[in-house]
Nanobody, 116 residues
Framework: QVHVVESGGGLVQAGGSLRLSCAASGRTFSMCAMGWFRQAPGKEREFVARITGSGGVASYADSVKGRLTISRDNAKNTVYLQMNSLKPDDTAIYYC?????????WGQGTQVTVSS
């Protein structure tokens, strides 16, 4: 059975930093892209960042470019999201997505709150 578990969320002041982690288990993920989405109160879930299975190519939403960095450690089946220069608009539940051929997996989410 596949498990996807996020961690690292919390409360931070504007301008601060957080590092989110997402650990996946239950199968081989080297062929799977991994990424992050977020959902703010009253809004739809939106794409944040994605990284290919090899870790060679990363893509970002325009709203986070230059502030958030995605990386992965395939030995640990873990993807990270380093979040710097955080803004109140970054407040949301952050969800990890594992995009494998044919099937997609989601974590339960971790709350990030940025105070002004």
């Amino acid at each position: 059975q596949v498990h996807v578990v996020e961690s690292g969320g919390g409360l931070v002041q504007a301008g601060g930093s957080l590092r989110l982690s997402c650990a996946a288990s239950g199968r081989t993920f080297s062929m799977c892209a991994m990424g992050w989405f977020r959902q703010a109160p009253g809004k739809e879930r939106e794409f944040v960042a994605r990284i290919t299975g090899s870790g060679g190519v990363a893509s970002y939403a325009d709203s986070v470019k230059g502030r958030l960095t995605i990386s992965r450690d395939n030995a640990k089946n873990t993807v990270y999201l380093q979040m710097n220069s955080l803004k109140p608009d970054d407040t949301a539940i952050y969800y990890c997505n594992v995009d494998c051929p044919i099937v997609n997996y989601w974590g339960q989410g971790t709350q990030v709150t940025v105070s002004s």
